[in-house]
């Protein structure tokens, strides 16, 4: 494939084949980098636990399994402080009320001998709120943020379900005191639902595994992710007041609170992956809940990529990292328009044939370790390529022209 992107000679075909190589060679250094990644092992540091849940308009059970899920984990929390945006409905407030009244008949203590080593008892703290009007996920969790005494912090997703031992595979990264944050990794809870879910499950571990990965092997994750995220208290509580009013072509900016979030840790340090932390979580399964997540998401794409630019100056790894992922998007969409549309009117379909076949053997590439979970899924890879360039192609040109909407929707 290289060879063949290293033969053209002449117009288009110079800035085509340079692509090529380019996005190969970039693929193949993330391969690479990801093959070296390793979990981190050992036992935890010893560190109290604040756990922040917001939640809005979500259903009750997916409420009910998310906070027993922390109740279960295998490493003692200290605190969970659970926070209504201003829910349309009351169910989801009334279980969280109910759960919590359910701790308090029962006085539920946390044994910390061992975690912590002093080996007294605490009662674990559970702390709910609901505003009377929605206000956004940022000022929910800022509301938890500020009640929190945890020596780290744990962010969860309303939908999300944690394994057992997932805090205590997040805490192990941070006995390396350069490390700010760390990510899990996440997969989708409703897999079986259709056909669509299992495609995104399957990119949900590509992003994980081989993106995440390799960038954790440099230190620089760039999204730690809003299901399951662990920041050192020092990272948020010293930016507290900018994360709920920063700004973006003059709006105050109301989503994008995971890759934020991240960029304040990364200056201060070290951002990591843990795969062994595990969560499931509840992913788009029709269109048009998949067309309104990537909305929000490529919005904040854009936006906290532009302003990780100027962390590169001091990081030169963050930079080309940022750099990389942006240009390589620019350049590919365009390759493929050119290659599917301009140059087959031009010189007849041989290039499209041949950039069909770049674009099946970089899905394959790409999810080469779902080959092992879910094989043939893995066989339709190339399909969900297709759908980056018919929906997400024109999304996020959409969302690009549209940065400075606060518009963004729901899941």
């Not at 571990?205 to 990965?213: G, H």
């Not at 390589?328 to 044939?353: C, D, E, R, S």
Request: some cysteine.
């Amino acid at each position: 494939m290289l060879y063949v992107n290293s033969i053209y000679k002449e117009g288009w075909s110079v800035s085509l084949g340079i692509y090529g190589t380019v996005m190969l060679t970039y693929l193949l250094a993330k391969m690479i980098l990801s093959f070296f990644y390793k979990p981190k092992i050992g036992d935890p540091p010893n560190l109290k636990v604040s756990v922040i849940i917001p939640i809005y308009n979500e259903k009750v059970n997916a409420i009910q399994d998310t906070i027993l899920s922390i109740l279960n984990q295998d490493y003692p929390i200290h605190e969970i402080i659970v926070v209504d945006d201003g829910s349309d409905d009351d169910g989801c407030y009334e279980e969280v009320l109910r759960i919590k009244e359910q701790l308090n008949s029962c006085k539920k203590k946390v044994e910390i001998d061992g975690a912590r080593g002093d080996g007294k008892r605490y009662k674990l703290r559970f702390i709910s709120h609901r505003f009377s009007e929605n206000k956004g996920k940022r000022h929910a969790q800022i509301w938890g943020f500020e009640r929190s005494t945890g020596d780290v912090i744990v962010t969860v997703d309303s939908d999300g379900y944690l394994f057992p031992d997932a805090v205590r595979a997040l805490l192990i990264p941070f006995r390396d005191s350069e490390v700010m944050a760390v990510t899990g990794h996440v997969n989708a809870r409703n897999r079986i639902k259709n056909w669509f879910t299992k495609l995104i499950d399957m990119r949900y571990e590509n992003a994980f595994r081989v993106e995440r990965a390799a960038q954790s092997v440099t230190g620089n994750v760039l999204i730690c992710c809003g299901p399951i995220s662990c920041y050192r208290r020092e990272v948020i509580i010293e930016n507290l007041e900018q994360y709920g009013h920063q700004m973006f072509l003059g709006e105050v900016v109301q989503a994008g609170d995971d890759r934020c979030l991240t960029n304040y840790a990364i200056l201060k340090g070290k951002t990591v992956y843990q795969e062994t932390a595990r969560c499931i979580t509840d992913v788009p399964a029709t269109l048009l809940q998949f067309i309104k997540q990537q909305i929000r998401w490529n919005k904040s794409f854009f936006r906290e990529s532009l302003l990780a630019l100027k962390i590169g100056v001091k990081k030169p790894m963050v930079l080309i990292w940022v750099v990389m992922e942006l240009a390589l998007w620019i350049i590919f969409n365009v390759t493929l328009i050119l290659g599917f549309v301009i140059k087959p009117v031009a010189t007849g379909w041989l290039m499209g044939i041949y950039y069909f076949a770049c674009l099946c053997l970089s899905a394959y590439a790409r999810n080469v370790f779902y080959i092992l979970k879910h094989p043939f899924i893995f066989l339709t890879a190339p399909i969900y390529g297709f759908i980056h360039i018919i929906v997400l192609f024109p999304l996020r040109i959409y969302a690009l022209c549209t940065l400075k909407s606060n518009k963004w929707g729901t899941r």
